[in-house]
């Protein structure tokens, strides 16, 4: 378990969920917290990183570090999200070994999942029984590359980690991209563009698909539980899924809009329907706090007053 006293790391400490576990640590009274951004670091050189890891000597690191798109993004760029993902990985992984991390908790996603279709909840032990989906294969395949990486250096090396198959996050601090971000800041930034310039708003797909939504507050929370209680894989999930259609209806309520949808069938819906087995993570005692509707209104209540600043 960290102590207060520990150094920790945090890579990708100025994206979404690395700000978070970030002011996280340091809110609980942890004195000795790094954070790692493009600034400080280039992770996909390794003698840059093991230069960095030598020089801190953290005992426990939070790997949140990557190179993500959405749907769209995955789809045009699969072979870069692969290169670039395999190489953070790699690298951190390997540096975190050679000055004696004792334990890593690593972001990996539940895209690693395989394709194939099943009634059941998707379970940790599932990961290895097919191919991912095709949209986003370059990156699945990399995150899956890093779990394997992290499994062999546990048993070579006695390297501890756990590896969180994180379901779609969003809240404040998002990247808001419309046309390769994920669906949460796509559709926030495209609410608000629409509702400001008195337009109707498209929607991509129909608005069946259903995914299971986790507030970036939660994940951070649940990743401290994930540290210090979790070895392995787990799914960082709620357990529960909404169609996109809700999405939109909260969010179309929420600025005023009900009546100005357009939903564009030729753009891609991505999976169909995935539902995750929450009860590891649910055995660590954490439980999610901030309920879908809430979380979409104050994310876009965020992103409306920061306009100007938010990343796209």
Known sequence: MMGLDDTILVTGANGLVGTHVFKLLQSKGFTKVVGIGRAECDLTDYAGVRAFFTAVRPLYVFHAAAYVAGIMGNMRNQALSFLRNTLINTHVVAAS???????????????????????????????????????????????????????????????????????????PGDRFD???????????????????????????????????????????????????KVDGPVNLATGKTHAIREVVKVLAHHVGMDDRIIWDTMKPSGQVFREYDVSILSDTGFRCQIDLPEGLCTTYDWYATNVSTARR
Not at 187 to 203: G, S
Not at 210 to 220: G, I, L, M, Q, T
């Open 178 to 228: 419309i046309e390769n971000g994920h669906v949460i800041p796509s559709l926030v930034r495209k609410f608000f563009e629409a509702n400001k310039n008195n337009e109707p708003i498209t929607v991509w797909g129909d608005g069946s698909a259903r995914r299971d939504f986790v507030h970036v507050e939660d994940a951070a929370r649940a990743l401290l539980s994930i540290m210090d």
């Open 97 to 171: 070994q050679t000055v004696g991390v004792r334990k890593i908790c690593a972001m990996g996603t539940v895209a690693m999942y395989p394709d194939a279709p099943t009634d059941a909840r998707l379970r940790e032990d599932m990961v290895w029984r097919g191919p991912p989906h095709s949209s986003e294969r370059g990156y699945a395949h990399a995150k899956r590359g890093m779990l394997a990486q992290l499994d062999v250096y546990r048993e070579s090396y006695g390297l501890e980690y756990a590896c969180a198959l994180s379901t779609n996050l969003y809240g």
